[in-house]
Nanobody, 125 residues
Framework: VQLQASGGGLVQTGGSLRLSCAASGRTVSNYAMGWFRQAPGKEREFVAGINWTGETTFYADSVKGRFTISRENAKNTLYLQMDSLKPEDTAVYYC???????????????????WGQGTQVTVSS
């Protein structure tokens, strides 16, 4: 599975960005997917996850109500709509795919199996 994230950039506080993750290789539409991020000097952290149908989503508390994860299986593409961005959202964002179709929240946090390269998101104050 190859995952290619895009859509990062520089935005002011309160602005919006939409990240995309194009998948190729294995049919990832059969598996859950997610977004993670890593800020400078910090460990990579879970941001959001979505099951294989797109019907169930999970969010980290820090982004709940501001970020929306979605997927378009016909296009093998994962999205992350980020609104009301804050300086603390500044990080490299990574998309990931799992080896399950659906699971509990903790598995989305720790069970990512395939990783894409990151895309930089910078939020200026």
């Amino acid at each position: 599975v190859q995952l290619q994230a895009s859509g990062g950039g520089l935005v002011q506080t309160g602005g919006s960005l939409r990240l995309s993750c194009a998948a190729s290789g294995r049919t990832v539409s059969n598996y859950a997917m997610g977004w993670f991020r890593q800020a400078p000097g910090k460990e990579r952290e879970f941001v959001a996850g979505i099951n294989w149908t797109g019907e169930t989503t999970f969010y980290a508390d820090s982004v709940k109500g501001r970020f929306t994860i979605s997927r378009e299986n016909a296009k093998n593409t994962l999205y992350l709509q980020m609104d009301s961005l804050k300086p603390e959202d500044t990080a490299v964002y990574y998309c990931a795919a799992y080896k399950f179709r659906h699971s509990v929240y903790n598995d989305y946090k720790t069970g990512a199996y395939y990783w894409g390269q990151g895309t930089q998101v910078t939020v200026s104050s």
